[in-house]
């Protein structure tokens, strides 16, 4: 069995003004909210449950449970006060026995097969950046396996907002965001920050993607590069 949680509770600041009156997620791509593209993509994989997080103008998510039948609805009541850890948290007990991919809901998918894995060991989706980044990076040793994840780094793999987890891992991190929840600074943890504390005992590797496959969109100009490109066919959605 596979179930996923999409986090979907975060204001989108970045986004305004469009998120005044719109949760991120929930901005069309292409005619299409971004949310969307992350279900479609899901629904290849034959998902048993999708667990969607909200906070910021929740009930504008609600219609997903008619329209996608096993989109689960999960309220965060501190998506205001605690970071991303706080989404995790709340959807703790829905990453105990199975797999489970998290995914930000704020992201568009253009290839549905993102998700069809080759070899089923939990990691992080990575794209490959040369040079110089400021964003989320992996170290990564040359066993293949994950030593940091952080910010900064220089030719490698930065976090596209997708992750899987084996079953035995998904409740190694159920347990550790539990454990996290609560201790002091826990309002300012990405829940990324967790799952870098241990590392000694998730054993996680890069399941690479490429650029043309996904999209983080942060700014209204990059809402409407992206929208230029799927209108002239330049960005091909399959």
Known sequence: MTNAILMASGLGTRMRPLTNTTPKPLI???????IETVIEALK?????NIYVVVGYLGEQFDYLTAKYPNVRIINNPDYKTVNNISSIYYASKELLGSDCFICEADLFISDKNIF??????SGYFGKMVEGHSD???FDVAQDGYITRVGKVGNNQYNMVGLSYFTADDAKILSEAIISAYGK??????FWDDVVN?????????IHPVSASQIVEIDTTEELEQINREVQNGSRKIS
């Open 28 to 34: 069309k791509v292409g005619g299409t909210p971004m």
């Open 44 to 48: 290849n994989q034959n998902m048993e």
């Open 116 to 121: 069809n894995i080759k070899e089923k060991y």
């Open 135 to 137: 964003d989320w990076v």
């Open 184 to 189: 002091k600074g826990y309002e300012d943890l």
């Open 197 to 205: 504390n241990n590392l000694d005992k998730l054993k996680l590797k």
